[in-house]
């Protein structure tokens, strides 16, 4: 069974620039989850998603930071400004149940 | 919102030796969760358990929700085990413990 895909796996911007990471759940997977890690931090939850729908997007900097998931499959989360303090790894997890989550790799930003 | 707090921050062992791992939160979490982070920061769920005990292999995990605290039991320690281990819910986890195990 193929894990949880993201990419790209490292990127470098610049402050005021705009950014788009992408995601590819486990198939099936009908929950989604967005985090952003802080360097020794635990994971923060940005957005859920089950299927196509939000679920919690409460911490989510809704000024700068946007996401979907269309058809209910692949998501991506954007940045637009991207400032210093979202230098962070940026997680994506996928979920048949409540129980389990399935993270990827990640993608690291650094914001110059 | 919920605060979990993780002790100890950082622990060293030799391998083989026993730890527990404690994770403290201010609030009822009904969807409590153990995860390591290895060093190369891939992030493994290793149990839900909003309450009750849990076995896995050499690794356990207790959660008295009453309390508000949940344990983390790693038997024989190997040095595979070095990483991060976070608790939380869903939404919050703590900072983590730093974990290392030598040879």
């Known amino acids: 069974e193929a894990g949880v895909a993201q990419s790209p796996r490292y990127k470098i911007i610049e402050k005021r620039q705009s950014v788009a990471f992408w995601c590819n759940p486990i198939s099936g997977h009908a929950t989604l989850y967005w985090y952003q890690q802080i360097l020794g931090q635990g994971p923060k939850l940005l957005i859920q998603f089950q299927n196509n729908g939000v679920v919690d997007d409460s911490q989510l900097p809704k000024d700068r930071f946007s996401a979907e998931r269309l058809k209910g499959v692949d998501s991506t989360l954007k940045i637009q400004p991207a400032k210093l303090e979202d230098s962070a790894v940026y997680l994506c997890a996928s979920s048949p149940h409540q129980e389990t989550q399935y993270f990827g790799p990640g993608t690291r930003l650094l914001v110059l | 919102g919920i605060q979990v707090e993780q002790s100890p921050p950082d622990l060293i062992l030799q391998e083989g030796a026993n730890s527990t791992l404690r994770c403290n939160f201010s609030d009822s979490v009904n969807n409590l969760q153990w995860f390591h982070q290895n060093p190369w920061g891939q992030l493994i769920n290793l149990f839900y358990?909003?309450?009750g005990t849990k076995q896995n292999g050499r690794l356990s995990a207790t959660t008295v929700a009453t309390e508000r605290y949940s344990l983390l039991y790693i038997s024989s320690s190997q040095t595979t085990d070095s990483g991060v281990y976070f608790c939380?819910?869903?939404?919050?986890f703590g900072e983590g413990t730093q974990l290392t195990v030598n040879p």
């Open positions: 939380g819910s869903r939404l919050t």
């Open positions: 358990i909003p309450s």
